[in-house]
């Protein structure tokens, strides 16, 4: 028999994930939204916190029913973690998939006429209902208004479907200003108005904020689970953090005035320091974009990333600080928000939480 690997937990850079935290932030998100009915956008592995992980407790604990994911294969993975519950795939639908879709029992969302054809093709019996997404001013998938206006009259396509639900998606929630918001909430409104008795929706996380008129029958938040802010106003209350990275200082270095740190030199000391090695770099996810900018957090105090980003490692100035070899500093979390993180490096929130890679130890709380 072969032994299982046995591995020290303390010799990686460290994933927490606060399945905990998402649950009450989807909750948060379904009490934003008035006591509409709550999806949740698990798409590219949970937002790379692990679809596994997270799906299950959604439905199991938060009473989640609805799951989207952008392709057919993350759909056919995920419905081996929520057996009952319903899945969309938001790319659409493509000759040759048909079979997976109703062996599998997920539902297709259908993005222009000829998906909706090659759809209403299929054996009636056989087939599990469908989304039809109306694009209203993204301009990314979803009918063109020139298409939407030929389904609308098209009483016999329509005929040979089952739609469960109509969408669009907004391309500024972030920025509520924004006029488009309204633009598209309005062509939404009177796309619907042909679709009496089959639910609508338009919000994603940034559309929840933008109030009731945009929350329809359904929402569908992705990054507010995860405790991201999608927009430039504050963070809704009672929504936080749902995970944490810490890495390990391997070595502390005292520089003196003049000495400097990293590839290419990039930060010299203008005084004497301590700098320490941190066990996270670019091939964790963690950029060069955060080249003399990122910021790091222990001891109740932040720190500064100091000279390029190396594949395994950074540098961080901890001259302030107590602080010892082994001991653990946080990269993001609760002190290190996507949004600060965001902000020094202009990476977006999504980015920076989807590109979360896999070197780390994960640990699911
Ligand atoms: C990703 C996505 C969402 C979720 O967006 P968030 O901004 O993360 O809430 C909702 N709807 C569609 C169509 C999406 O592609």
């Known amino acids: 028999m072969i032994k299982a690997l ?29 006591g509409t009915d709550c999806a949740a956008m698990v798409k590219a592995d949970a937002y ?19 799951f989207f994911v952008a392709n057919l294969t993350e759909a056919i993975t995920l419905r081996s973690f929520v057996p009952e ?26 993005n222009d006429l000829d998906q909706i054809r090659l759809w209403a093709e299929m054996t009636p019996e056989a087939r599990p209902p469908c989304a039809v997404h109306f694009d209203t001013g993204i301009n990314r998938l979803g009918l063109t208004p020139a298409e939407t206006d030929l389904f609308i009259k098209d009483i016999a396509l329509r005929s040979q479907l089952d739609i469960a639900l109509v969408m669009s998606h907004l391309a500024c929630s972030d920025d509520r200003l924004n006029p488009l918001n309204a633009r598209q909430l309005a062509d939404f409104t009177a796309i619907t108005r042909h679709f009496p008795d089959i639910p609508a929706s338009l919000a994603n996380s940034g559309g929840i904020l933008l ?10 938040p992705g990054l507010l689970m995860f405790g991201g802010n999608p927009g430039k ?7 936080r953090p749902a995970f944490r990275i810490t890495g390990k200082i391997l070595q502390i270095r005292q ?29 964790d996810g963690y950029l060069q974009v955060f080249n ?21 490692m950074i540098a961080v100035d901890v001259t302030d600080i107590e602080i010892g070899t082994g001991s653990d500093v946080e990269l993001l979390g609760e002190h290190i928000t996507l949004e600060m993180a965001s902000e020094v490096s202009t990476l977006s929130q999504y980015e920076i939480l989807t590109g979360v890679r896999e070197r780390y130890q994960r640990i699911y709380k």
């Open 255 to 283: 520089l003196e005035t003049g000495q400097s740190v990293g590839y290419g030199s990039t930060w010299t000391a203008d005084r004497p320091c301590h700098i320490a090695t941190i066990n996270i770099g670019y091939a």
């Open 85 to 110: 519950s319903t899945i969309y795939v938001l790319n659409g639908f493509f000759p040759g998939h048909g079979e997976y879709f109703t062996r599998h029992n997920i539902r297709p969302v259908l």
């Open 211 to 220: 109030g009731p008129d945009y929350h329809f029958d359904l929402v569908r």
């Open 6 to 34: 046995d591995f020290p937990t303390d010799a990686q850079a460290t994933l927490t994930v606060n399945l905990k935290a998402i649950v009450d932030n989807y909750k948060r998100c379904r009490a934003l939204a008035g």
């Open 48 to 66: 790379g916190m692990g679809i596994e992980q997270v799906a299950p407790v959604l439905y199991h604990k938060a009473g989640c029913r609805i």
């Open 233 to 239: 106003h504050t963070i809704p209350e009672r929504i």
């Open 292 to 312: 003399n900018c990122g910021q790091a957090f222990a001891k109740g105090t932040l720190l500064p990333i100091v000279g390029r980003v190396s594949m395994d």
